[in-house]
């Protein structure tokens, strides 16, 4: 499998301080949450994982072309829209 990442990623893990090795470690093992098949160019989704060091929950949404895991962008998720296990949105 081939991982490629987005300038907006990258840009957004920088801001973030969430790094690489993370963001790898959920593309290739984390848990996907939420399933966006129809999204152009390339199927997407979100998967759930949590820091190596600090155990911070971390989002990362990426696209799949064949055997290649495209990275579009990385967020730690707010509390406030996500329910305790960080893997189900809160209704409002």
Avoid: Q
């Amino acid at each position: 499998m081939k991982i490629i990442f987005r300038i907006h990623a990258i840009e957004r893990m920088f801001e973030r301080g969430i790094e690489e090795a993370d963001v790898l470690r959920i593309v290739e093992h984390g848990k996907i949450i939420e399933e966006y098949p129809v999204v152009t160019p390339y199927p997407s989704c979100l998967a759930l994982g949590y820091e190596k060091e600090a155990s911070r929950p971390i989002h990362v949404v990426y696209a799949t072309n064949g055997d290649e895991r495209i990275v579009i962008t990385v967020y730690r998720p707010d509390v406030g829209k996500w329910n305790e296990s960080f893997d189900k949105r809160v209704e409002k």
